[in-house]
Nanobody
Framework: QVQLVESGGGLVQAGGSLRLSCAAS????????MGWFRQAPGKEREFVAA????????YYADLVKGRFTISRDNAKNTAYLQMNSLKPEDTAVYYC?????????????????WGKGTLVTVSS
């Protein structure tokens, strides 16, 4: 069993930055691909970014490419999402996700564990 706890959300002005953290329990964190998804009001949950368990290969949705950076620290069992140049349309609840090994699977929404989410609000 893996538990994921997000933190770092909040209110920021357009153009600003936030860093989200996802703390994971369990001793096999390094075997999980970690990802971030988001869900805006009235919209479906969508993929944002992922980082593979093996080589740390990163994947991004086109909407955030060049602005967001995903990273992980296996020693701290923590994944991060650095968000720069935020836009009002980035406003959403951001969810951390974990998938045992499979990087491609996580991008398709095949998730083993979800966090409860953290709210990011970007004002114009």
């Amino acid at each position: 069993q893996v538990q994921l706890v997000e933190s770092g959300g909040g209110l920021v002005q357009a153009g600003g930055s936030l860093r989200l953290s996802c703390a994971a329990s369990g001793r096999t964190f390094s075997s999980y691909t970690m990802g971030w998804f988001r869900q805006a009001p009235g919209k479906e949950r969508e993929f944002v970014a992922a980082i593979s368990w093996s080589r740390g290969t990163t994947y991004y949705a086109d909407l955030v490419k060049g602005r967001f950076t995903i990273s992980r620290d296996n020693a701290k069992n923590t994944a991060y999402l650095q968000m720069n140049s935020l836009k009002p349309e980035d406003t959403a609840v951001y969810y951390c996700a974990a998938r045992f090994m499979g990087a491609q699977a996580i991008m398709m929404g095949n998730i083993d564990y979800w966090g409860k989410g953290t709210l990011v609000t970007v004002s114009s």
